[in-house]
């Protein structure tokens, strides 16, 4: 069973801040890894995913994720916060065992707010 | 782009009724929508997962007798949330496959009064 922490409830930065959210997964075999934004009273809307290749992955609005096998991490950046990325974030992972096996394992999300 | 529309985006209903709510995929064609709930603490459940042609697979403590899901075609997904009692409140997101990504609606927000 795959398991995803993010560490931290709650995160607050200035507009113009960097800013990098935490996840850390634990499972040895094949998975896909995925970022969500949520906003407030809102959907998921898809930030980025890591399958293979390049462990730094580029998302919409200037987001992008690292991924380490070692540290089993997939942390969150972005260079410069806007206010609108206030929302809480979501890091999601599944298992890339093809066919219907497409399950997401949600973290608990992190708080994102940005103060001007 | 690929969208998901979802409806309604709010239902109220009555302790021991039934609502019906929607997924479409919109600019693409999903090979699986899969049914989360999200509860008013913000954790996701899956209910089910359906691929079109095959059996619906539900997860435990969710079951086809509660949550009848319908997927004729490959954009447009139903699901009914049959007595509806306070405990089945919460967000119900609709996630469409298109290759190794999950798109999703905006969900259906359900309240059981």
């Known amino acids: 069973t795959q398991t995803v922490s993010q560490s931290d409830a709650h995160v607050t930065v200035f507009e113009g801040d960097s800013v990098e959210l935490r996840c850390n997964y634990s499972?040895?075999?094949?998975?896909?890894l995925s970022w969500y934004i949520q906003h407030h009273g809102r959907g998921l809307q898809f930030l980025l995913k890591?399958?293979?290749?390049?462990?730094v992955v580029q998302g919409v609005n200037g987001f992008e994720a690292e991924f380490s096998k070692s540290d089993s991490s997939f942390h969150l950046r972005k260079a410069s916060v806007h206010w609108s990325d206030s929302a809480v974030y979501f890091c999601?992972?599944?298992?890339?065992?093809?066919?219907?096996?497409?399950?997401?394992?949600f973290g608990k999300g992190t708080l994102l707010t940005v103060t001007p | 782009g690929a969208l998901v529309y979802q409806y309604p985006r709010r239902t109220i209903c009555k302790s021991g009724t039934s609502m019906r709510m929607e997924c479409q995929a919109v600019?693409?064609?999903?090979?699986?929508v899969a049914w989360y709930r999200q509860s008013p603490q913000k954790t996701f459940e899956l209910i089910a997962l359906?691929?079109?042609?095959?059996?619906?697979?539900?997860e435990q403590n969710f079951t086809q007798e509660k949550f009848p899901i319908s997927h004729p075609n490959l954009s447009f997904s139903s699901m009914t949330v049959l007595n509806a009692y306070l405990e089945d409140r919460g967000l119900y997101l609709c996630?469409?496959?298109?290759?190794?990504?999950?798109?999703f609606g905006p969900g259906t927000r359900l309240l059981v009064l």
């Open positions: 999601a992972v599944s298992l890339n065992s093809g066919g219907s096996n497409y399950k997401l394992t």
């Open positions: 499972y040895g075999g094949s998975i896909y």
């Open positions: 890591y399958y293979s290749g390049n462990p």
């Open positions: 600019g693409f064609q999903a090979t699986s």
């Open positions: 359906s691929t079109v042609n095959s059996a619906i697979k539900y």
């Open positions: 996630g469409a496959r298109q290759g190794f990504t999950q798109y």
